[in-house]
Structure formats: structure tokens, C-alpha cells
T-cell receptor
Framework: GQNIDQPTEMTATEGAIVQINCTYQTSGFNGLFWYQQHAGEAPTFLSYNVLDGLEEKGRFSSFLSRSKGYSYLLLKELQMKDSASYLCAVREALSYNTDKLIFGTGTRLQVFP | DADVTQTPRNRITKTGKRIMLECSQTKGHDRMYWYRQDPGLGLRLIYYSFDVKDINKGEISDGYSVSRQAQAKFSLSLESAIPNQTALYFC????????????FGPGTRLLVL
């Protein structure tokens, strides 16, 4: 079956670094996405990993280990505007050229001054 | 103008009523999706469509139906609304390439009394 786990809530201080973990169990793994979602708004794309290793994009980085079924999102130099939910989503292949996203329940991050 | 639009943005209806949520996109994507989001449950896939002639059920399709009227339009209907369909509904689109993320509409907040 499919299972994606991430912590429900995290808190951090402005200027700090925070790591949000995601573990998954799924068949037909075909990539992992991280999205940011502010309360009441649409999710927006942050990063995509399909190969093992670290992808860096400004203050945000994402890591993937396929053998461990593990990913993390690293946020550096936290700002107040980073207070949001962070969604881990696994891309699962259904058949040739078709797939769907399975979402975790999200991690609500609160950044304090 | 937004690439993915949803109407209405907010809707209050009564149990037993039929309602339709509409989604339009200008991104030229073939793939479109409907999700619902509930607190603590994350985003769950209701229906998805990979082209105009293709409709597929997601994990929670009971009580819902969809229509893909054109490449750019994908509508979700609740034939007889019930209170546990109260949720935030998102439409999303994506292209066909492997790294393509999904782009989400702004959401429709539905309350069924």
C-alpha cells in the first residue's frame, strides 16, 4: 500500500535552519515533490527529486534517498513568511506515461521572531 | 491572469442539493485533477483526466462525478451534497513530462449544511 509520513507540526526561530522529514512506502516510485501551502491558499511547487541526492534552490534544499524511502526539505535563514504547511508528495507510476501524486498530510511550520 | 481558475471560490449549499464546481486552465495542459483537502487528512484525489476522452476515479470518488468538456475545462459535480463533503476543493493541471509539477487553482471552499 501507500504510506507517507511527515511530522504534523514544527516550530522554529527566525534566521534559523529547519529540516522537515518525509518517509514513504509506495510501489512504482517515480519522484518526490515538496509543496508550500499558506493557510487557505493553493499549494505551490518548491522542489522535485527523482534521483538520490541533494537539490538546492536558494534558501530551500531537498534531499532524497530512494533506498531508505526518505526525503527531507531544508529551509535556511528562516523568515516569518515561511510560516506555512509543507506537503510531501510522491509520484507513483500507474502504467506507461501515466502517474498520480500521493500527498502526505503536511507539516505545519510556525516561525517565531 | 491566473493560469488555473476555479468558480465559485466559496459556496454554501444544503444537504441534497446538486452543485457543480468548475475549473479552467490556460496552461495548455492535457492532465487535470480534482482534490479535496480536509484538516489532518491532506490532499486526496477525487478524479483525474489525462486527456479529453480519459476520466479516472481517484481514491475518494464516491458521491462525485466529473465532466471534461474540453482540454481547458474540468468540472466536478456533487449530485446530492451531504455535510461530510464540506471541504476545500482544488483543481490542478500538469503537463506530460517527467519532472512536471502540478499547478493548483486557488480552491473552492464548500460548506454543506
Amino acid at each position: 500500500g501507500q504510506n507517507i509520513d511527515q511530522p504534523t507540526e514544527m516550530t522554529a526561530t527566525e534566521g534559523a535552519i529547519v529540516q522537515i522529514n518525509c518517509t514513504y512506502q509506495t510501489s512504482g516510485f517515480n519522484g518526490l515533490f515538496w509543496y508550500q501551502q499558506h493557510a487557505g491558499e493553493a499549494p505551490t511547487f518548491l522542489s522535485y527529486n527523482v534521483l538520490d541526492g541533494l537539490e538546492e534552490k536558494g534558501r530551500f534544499s531537498s534531499f532524497l534517498s530512494r533506498s531508505k524511502g526518505y526525503s527531507y526539505l531544508l529551509l535556511k535563514e528562516l523568515q516569518m513568511k515561511d510560516s506555512a504547511s509543507y506537503l510531501c508528495a510522491v509520484r507513483e507510476a500507474l502504467s506507461y506515461n501515466t502517474d498520480k501524486l500521493i500527498f502526505g498530510t503536511g507539516t505545519r511550520l510556525q516561525v517565531f521572531p | 491572469d491566473a493560469d488555473v481558475t476555479q468558480t465559485p471560490r466559496n459556496r454554501i449549499t444544503k444537504t441534497g442539493k446538486r452543485i457543480m464546481l468548475e475549473c479552467s486552465q490556460t496552461k495548455g495542459h492535457d492532465r487535470m485533477y480534482w482534490y479535496r483537502q480536509d484538516p489532518g487528512l491532506g490532499l486526496r484525489l477525487i478524479y483525474y483526466s489525462f486527456d479529453v476522452k480519459d476520466i479516472n476515479k481517484g481514491e475518494i470518488s464516491d458521491g462525485y462525478s466529473v465532466s471534461r468538456q474540453a482540454q481547458a475545462k474540468f468540472s466536478l459535480s456533487l449530485e446530492s451534497a451531504i455535510p461530510n463533503q464540506t471541504a476545500l476543493y482544488f483543481c490542478a493541471t500538469s503537463g506530460r513530462t517527467g519532472r512536471e509539477t502540478q499547478y493548483f487553482g486557488p480552491g473552492t471552499r464548500l460548506l454543506v449544511l
